[in-house]
């Protein structure tokens, strides 16, 4: 059981966040969208840390979970806590696929395929856009103002 606050943001603080989000962003988080391969900012992201979600700043996934899937993408095998990701059945483009979202805020991030590395074998495929990058000496973003970082 995750030690954060799932339950959403509140209408108000939804249209604040939507708020100061670019064009790509929106299409991204809020409709679904996908961004171009082999372009996003943490593709190539070696520091040490954590994953947030873009639009809500919950953990999604750690930096010694990501791996060079060779896809485009920035690609994890495990995430921060799997409660923090939602799944769910996408048959868009033709295509049978596991699109994974915020758990708290229901933003897209992008896909879960069962062709990633041990020990779990999945590769969580994200949108750079859809996330933020905490080192590991900073302190977690709190967007929503939860007061949820440890220490």
């Known amino acids: 059981m995750s030690t954060f606050d799932l339950s959403p943001p509140s209408d108000a603080q939804r249209q604040t966040l939507a708020a100061a989000l670019s064009p790509e962003e929106r299409r ?25 979600c873009r639009f809500c700043g919950l953990p999604l ?16 095998f495990a995430p921060f806590d799997e409660a923090h990701i939602g799944r769910v059945r996408d048959v868009s483009h033709g295509m049978l696929r ?17 062709d990633g590395p041990p020990p779990t ?17 900073e302190a977690l973003p709190d967007p929503l103002q939860r007061d949820e970082n440890p220490g």
């Open 28 to 52: 991204v988080l809020l409709s679904h969208g996908t961004e171009a391969p082999f372009c996003g900012v943490f593709l190539d992201n070696k520091r040490e840390g954590v994953y947030v």
């Open 98 to 114: 596991v699109e994974i979202v915020c758990k708290r805020c229901s933003s897209h991030l992008g896909h879960v395929f069962p």
């Open 61 to 76: 996934f750690r930096s010694n979970a990501k791996f060079d899937s060779g896809t485009g993408w920035p690609s994890f």
């Open 121 to 137: 074998g999945e590769r969580h495929c994200l949108n750079s856009v859809s996330l933020g990058f905490v080192g590991a000496d």
